[in-house]
């Protein structure tokens, strides 16, 4: 599952199968824009980390598949699941994220993720969460505001992030510019 961090691609067409589940390669293809041999591969190792099944179903001649929620710990203390990793993937999709990642590196992004989460439970606003990161607050309202999007879309999908303990909601127009869709 660690190769889900490590591999923006594959964690990217993670989460847009685990969004749009089940769902064909060939879909995931046009929504995320990768060429079609690099997202069966994808496909084929998702299946093998666990993470993807395909299914005895067909959708206009072709195979549907579908993910699963993934979760585990990264270095034995952090929980890793479907939020983290559609982070991880979007470093390459939404600039915020990726100026946060140049300028603060990627283990300071989980720390991201986890202030967002604060910030969603109300205990901290988006500057206490800057300060908790020992950032700029521009740097950290900007990455807890692109961060939020994620967790809105796959809140229901993460079992590492209970859900119920906050309340998300988020205009269309700010989902728009989500780096993911959900069909």
């Known amino acids: 599952m660690h ?3 490590y591999r ?7 989460t847009d199968m685990l969004l749009n589940s089940p769902t064909t390669v060939g879909e995931s293809v046009e929504r995320v ?8 591969n994808y496909a084929k190792i998702l299946q093998q980390l666990g993470a993807a099944e395909q299914l005895d179903e067909r959708r206009e001649r072709a ?3 579908k993910a699963k929620p993934v979760s585990g710990m990264w270095n034995g203390e952090e929980p890793i699941g479907p939020v983290m990793i559609a982070v991880y993937g979007a470093i390459e999709l939404n600039e915020d ?7 603060h590196g990627k ?3 989980s720390s991201a993720i986890a202030q967002t989460i604060e910030y969603l439970r109300g205990n901290t606003s988006r500057r206490g969460a800057a300060d908790a990161l020992a950032v700029p607050a521009v740097e950290g309202i900007a990455v807890t505001q692109a961060i939020e ?11 590492s992030i209970p859900a119920t303990e906050f309340d998300v909601s988020l205009p269309d127009r700010a ?3 989500a780096p993911y869709t959900h069909e």
């Open 149 to 159: 999007k994620i967790v809105y879309l796959l809140k229901d999908l993460d079992p």
């Open 8 to 14: 923006p691609e594959l964690a990217v067409f993670y």
């Open 107 to 109: 283990p300071k992004l």
């Open 175 to 177: 989902l728009e510019e």
């Open 3 to 5: 190769e889900l961090l």
């Open 33 to 40: 824009h990768l060429s079609s041999s690099a997202a069966h």
């Open 63 to 65: 195979i549907l598949w």
């Open 97 to 103: 994220i990726e100026l946060f990642v140049e300028r």
